[in-house]
């Protein structure tokens, strides 16, 4: 099994290569989610050590391009259910006020 050359990534989940599912459940609701989680606990933690509002919000917002990203390639994807853009479109408003 060849390795997946690098950015492939995300090419393929933009072009469409990868399947709405996928990127619905794996990558934007499990990894997706998970990142956001660490992200926030980072910022608290550096809010509890008295780092500097920004840093915090820094930290905070660090992982919004890859939310945005995977929103977009989930509408991107063919046959996705209208559901599952709208439970996205739910995800991205909690991930980016939470």
């Known amino acids: 099994?060849?390795?997946?050359?690098?950015?492939?990534?995300?090419?393929?989940?933009?072009?469409?290569?990868?399947?709405?599912?996928?990127?619905?459940?794996?990558?934007?609701l499990g990894i997706g989610t998970a990142v956001n989680l660490a992200a926030?606990?980072?910022?608290?933690?550096a809010a509890i050590k008295g780092a500097a509002?920004?840093?915090?919000a820094l930290l905070h917002f660090a992982p919004l391009p890859y939310n945005f990203f995977l929103?977009?390639?989930l509408l991107r994807a063919?046959?996705?259910?209208?559901?599952?853009?709208?439970?996205a479109a739910l995800w991205l408003v909690v991930v980016l006020f939470v």
């Open 53 to 56: 509002t920004a840093i915090v």
């Open 71 to 73: 929103f977009a390639a």
């Open 78 to 87: 063919p046959q996705r259910p209208p559901l599952a853009t709208a439970v």
């Open 40 to 45: 926030t606990f980072v910022a608290l933690i």
């Open 1 to 28: 099994m060849s390795p997946t050359p690098p950015g492939h990534f995300f090419s393929a989940r933009w072009t469409g290569e990868v399947p709405w599912a996928r990127i619905f459940w794996r990558d934007m």
